[in-house]
């Protein structure tokens, strides 16, 4: 079971990256999934989470207004589109799948981690 994180890179301050993190090895379709990211020196932190069909998510205050979770359960990925990006969101982004359909911000809800990509936010 692998989770692949990918999309990360370099932009300056208010421009606009997207993450996908494609599933392999079993399918999440019944899954929440959820974005973390860590920066240097800091704890992982929640980003992002949306229920198994989608109809639900949930975001950090940090990102409200700015970043959306979406998926595919037809492609087994989920995406995060992150705009007006900040030098503050510089961090290593990691996808996670949730134990059950639904789940929030908490780390103990979800057992399978992507690798991580680096996000960079130049001002």
């Known amino acids: 079971v692998q989770l692949q994180a990918s999309g990360g890179g370099l932009v300056q301050a208010g421009g606009s990256l997207r993450l996908s993190c494609a599933a392999s090895g079993r399918t999440f379709s019944n899954n929440a999934m959820g974005w973390f990211r860590q920066a240097p020196g800091k704890e992982r932190e929640f980003v992002a989470a949306i229920s198994w069909r989608g109809g639900n998510t949930y975001y950090a205050d940090s990102v409200k207004g700015r970043f959306t979770i979406s998926r595919d359960n037809a492609k087994n990925t989920v995406y995060l589109q992150m705009n007006s990006l900040k030098p503050e969101d510089t961090s290593v982004y990691y996808c996670?799948?949730?134990?059950?359909?639904?789940?929030?911000?908490?780390?103990?809800?979800?057992?399978?981690w992507g690798q991580g990509t680096l996000v960079t936010v130049s001002s």
């Open positions: 996670a799948a949730a134990r059950k359909a639904y789940s929030g911000p908490h780390y103990s809800n979800y057992n399978y």
